[in-house]
């Protein structure tokens, strides 16, 4: 038996092409009947696949596979007379195919996405029909961007086709309820089987079904304690109620771990009289270079009144997201959600599915520092050597002096291989075309550590958002926490207009320098936008 | 031959070392002091509140 359903053997199978004017509305009501209304994630599924030029649908009962089985046979143990499950695998392609042969012909990069249907006839309850899981490959807009997605192997006719996305996932409420969902799309990310299922999630809760059973939910302890067993590390965030103290925008949070290729889940509040939560995995956003926002007041991110700037995550408008209520892949504006201590006590018009209460960031186990920290000690580091590069008439130097007195230097945070940032380094040419000096190069790819690390890129406005470059980064170490004393242990080296910066002893008393002339005096492209191979 | 394991300081003190050898006495070392405590006051208080979070017991369903 296959340990997946998606890769499972399948009992029977219907190729279906589904060009217009086939109805996939009828395909749903004909299929599923009085169940239908139950099955809204599934239309937004298939509304998807239409977008994506669906041209076939590939339906296959599916004989048995092991996730399946320990769902079903942990649903018996709160219904002891449950005995009858039906699940259906979706296939969809773009290519036109009527036989079985037709489909053996089928390229790989025309596989748009699986969905898995689970029926589960439980006395008592009804028969319940859901979206058990699924992968769509990513959308056609150019503004999104999802990093960090997985490949997931599909079996369609007994052959395997690969999707890369972030797994979505319904809850069923007897066995899992939304949290378990919005953590299993997480997870995924992290774990050593490259997915986790329900009944580990469960185990690790104490939740058996028996004396305990998922009635009460997951608290937000608890979903924490389940993605770190998984093997990420994760940075949370309490909004629910107001605080005194420092608290950055909840949005930091979430764009720290889904710009460096994690997820982060929402946890919003609910018209539930219970007071319970609901949680959703986040792992894309939208970018766009003509967002107005950044050059408001509001945009400015101040950790003090000497240090501000303006955040990346100012051009982002929307989160990109999964909701198990609604389906895959939507986007959620960013300015309708506020954090929910900031309604409390008040008349307003937000309503309560648009309040955050908690955010939870993930990055891999071995990450000690997050991206707000690193953000704000990057800030410290380039906000003071920035105003003392050397003097040699360098326009770009003169100008990011301009831009820090008026606090408009952008920040940019993420996470990368150290040998990563060699690489990027070599890739990259300076508005004249000039590239890093390559016995630097060289001295950087023999002597840089092998482990993650922060890079905080340095640009400003405009630069930044339409023409994708900056004029330089600071590396911060990522796997050794970040201190409060400045004690230089996480300091790697800094790069600005023609200049690298690396630290030469003093400790934070009396910090020396070594400027040393990079080759590249003015900007260059941002990580992940180079335009050299 | 036994791989020899440099620290972090001797490591970056080795890329230091050679990039400075590369720059042919082109290099400007100088003393730079931070300017204020923003940052170390902010990562203290940052510390505060994720500890009170990871606290927290909101429950999801």
Not at chain 1, 126 to 139: A, C, F, M, Q
Not at chain 1, 293 to 322: N, R
Request: hydrophobic fraction near 40%; proline fraction near 6%; include cysteine.
């Amino acid at each position: 038996m296959e340990q997946y359903a998606r890769i499972s053997t399948a009992a029977s199978r219907e190729i279906i092409p589904i060009a217009r004017p086939y109805s996939l509305f009828d395909f749903l009501r004909k299929k599923f009947g009085p169940l239908e209304p139950l099955l809204e994630p599934l239309h937004r599924i298939l509304s998807q696949v239409r977008a994506g030029n669906g041209q076939t649908m590939v339906v296959e009962e599916l004989a048995a596979a092991e996730d399946l089985r320990q769902e079903n046979e942990d649903i018996a143990k709160c219904f002891p007379g449950f005995t009858t499950s039906r699940a259906y695998r979706l296939s969809f392609f773009c290519k036109p195919v009527f036989t079985l042969r037709g489909l053996r012909g089928v390229a790989a990069d025309q596989f748009i996405g699986y969905a898995i249907v689970k029926q589960d006839d439980v006395p008592s309850r009804g028969p319940v029909v859901r979206v058990y899981e699924s992968v769509l490959r990513g959308s056609r807009h150019r503004h999104n961007y999802v990093r960090g997605q997985q490949q997931w192997a599909c079996a369609v006719a007994g052959r395997l086709f690969k999707v890369a996305g972030y797994m979505y996932a319904q809850q069923n409420g007897v066995t899992n309820v939304c949290a378990h969902v919005a953590l299993r799309t997480a997870a995924a990310r992290f774990h050593k089987d490259g997915d986790m299922l329900y009944r580990e999630m469960n185990q690790l809760v104490g939740i058996d079904h028996v004396a305990r059973t998922v009635a009460d939910g997951l608290d937000t302890k608890q979903m924490v304690q389940i993605l770190e067993a998984s093997g990420a590390r994760c940075f949370a965030g309490d909004y629910s109620k107001p605080t005194a103290g420092t608290r950055p925008p909840f949005q930091k949070f979430l764009y720290g771990s889904i710009e460096s290729g994690y997820p982060a889940i929402i946890v919003f509040a609910t018209t539930d009289a219970s007071g319970s939560y609901h949680a959703v995995p986040v792992y894309g956003h939208t970018f766009s270079e003509d967002t107005w926002v950044p050059d408001a007041d509001f945009s400015y991110f101040k950790i003090g009144t000497g240090t501000q700037y303006i955040p990346s995550e100012s051009w982002l408008s929307m989160f990109i997201a999964h909701d198990d209520n609604w389906g895959s892949n939507f986007c959620i504006p960013r300015h309708y959600l506020s954090p929910q201590s900031a309604l409390v006590g008040t008349s307003t018009s937000v309503p309560p599915t648009a309040a955050v209460a908690y955010v939870i960031g993930t990055f891999p186990r071995q990450v000690k520092v997050n991206s707000i920290v690193a953000e704000a000690v990057g800030a410290d580091y380039l906000f003071t050597i920035h105003p003392q590069l050397p003097t040699d008439g360098n326009p770009w130097s003169q100008r990011l002096r301009e831009y820090a007195n008026t606090n408009r230097l952008i920040l940019r945070p993420l996470l990368v291989e150290a040998g990563d940032y060699q690489k990027h380094l070599t890739r990259v040419r300076d508005w004249d075309g000039s590239a890093i000096r390559t016995d630097l190069l060289a001295a950087l790819r023999t002597s840089l550590p092998s482990e993650k690390v922060w890079m905080i890129e340095l640009s400003v406005p405009n630069l930044f958002s339409a023409n994708k470059r900056k004029v330089g980064e600071v590396l911060l170490r990522a796997e050794v926490s970040a201190s409060p004393k400045r004690d230089f242990s996480n300091f790697l080296l800094a790069r600005l207009p023609g200049y690298f910066a690396l630290y030469d002893g003093g400790g934070a008393v009396n910090p020396k320098y070594q400027f040393i002339p990079s080759g590249a005096p003015s900007h260059v492209e941002l990580y992940g936008c180079e335009e050299h191979p | 031959m036994p791989q020899v394991t440099m620290s972090f300081e001797q490591r970056r003190k080795v890329l230091l070392n050679r990039m400075t050898a590369h720059a042919k006495g082109q290099t400007v070392k100088k003393v730079i002091r931070f300017q204020n405590d923003d940052v170390p006051q902010f990562l203290r208080g940052l510390e505060r509140f994720e500890k009170e979070s990871r606290r927290s017991r909101l429950v999801v369903k």
